[in-house]
């Protein structure tokens, strides 16, 4: 028998498929399947119902069904008031993203001493931090730092060719 984790792809892309259908009656929230966090929140709904909003980013609409909902909030015990910014599509692609700056992150972590003059490498972290931040709208004091750091590198290399 297959265990969870090893659900084959395909078919854990027509599960989260099927959270996409809507529920025109909602569903009834079961509180006692939230997060301990979730059950002290205030607040205080019945039923989960097709939410529609506007994502952040491409401005496209999109729906946070209510399947989606008791999923999110009663399986995968995430925060009740958390919910959607984005569209599922710039969702799939900040996550992509975020995980190219995690890989960048790591690499710095281990070969910190060569990387922290590598100007190519610091410019490409820089620039995917920036692009990341369109996603998030929260500021990574990263960003300053490796502005800061590239252009004292570049001005040192300015100096250099004189
Ligand atoms: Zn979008």
Known sequence: MAR?????????KSFKDSLLTTEPNGIPINRENWSEKSQGSWTWIEVYTDKSYRCRYCREKAVFTAKEQHYAYEVK????????????ACFYIMHAKRDAIQAIEKRWRAEKSQLQNDVAFLRDWHEKLQDFQRYTHKWNNMITSLQKRIERLEAKEELNND
Do not use: F
């Open 77 to 88: 015990k995430r925060y009740i008031d958390q919910t959607r910014v984005l569209c599922p």
């Open 4 to 12: 969870k984790h090893n659900t084959p792809k395909h078919l854990q």
